[in-house]
């Protein structure tokens, strides 16, 4: 399948097979791919919860409005934006820039790279929030084109009690959750998501006067 099939083709599933789970080789594979994708500076603020087990899912679904796809998803994936990860001595920053100078930038490139991100992205909690979540949502995208890409399904989801979900599940603070995405094989039983209307060129390339 290649990419413009991929875009076509992917669904908000809301149905999947529980009897038909993700193997760990899959889902490994799955993270990897989306690993590739860019971010602010390379310091890739995002991480992953991935819930198997039926009774965290069982959890979650309790914060979630109670949604069904929750819980017949084998696989449902927490993703969190990291709120630090621009700032100077985070474990995000220190690796980045040291594998920055194993590919030839100047340790002197420090001080600069510091400043820069702290200008950007820690003016206000407005900016860090906005660095989290902006950085998370290509990851996210990411996920959910490489599922596709290996078969699987995914659904997208906002509807959670998002200060419950991260004390329920012991995330720190300096996370933000801006989605969960359920994630499986798709219920053959059901009927498959038809395409939804989409913006046109016309509409989406804008200009202001």
Known sequence: MDFSEIVKSRRAASFFDPSKPVPQETLKRLVEMAAQTPSSFNFQPWSLVALEN??????????????????????VLLVLGDRDAWKKGSEPFETNFDKMVEAGMPK??????????????????????????????????????????????SHPMDGFDHDAVKKE????????????????????SKEYPKAKWRKSFEDLVVAFS
């Open 108 to 153: 002197e490139q420090y001080g600069w790279l510091a400043d820069t991100a702290a200008k950007l992205y820690g003016q206000s909690e407005e900016a860090q929030q906005a660095f989290a979540c902006k950085n998370a949502g290509f990851f996210a995208m990411s996920l959910m084109y490489a599922a596709k890409s290996l078969g699987l399904e």
């Open 169 to 188: 599940f012991h995330i720190p603070d300096n996370y933000w959750i801006p989605l969960l995405i359920a994630v499986g094989y798709f219920d053959r």
């Open 54 to 75: 039926s009774e965290d899912k069982a959890r979650l679904r309790k914060l979630a409005m109670d949604q069904p796809k929750i819980t017949d998803a084998p696989l």
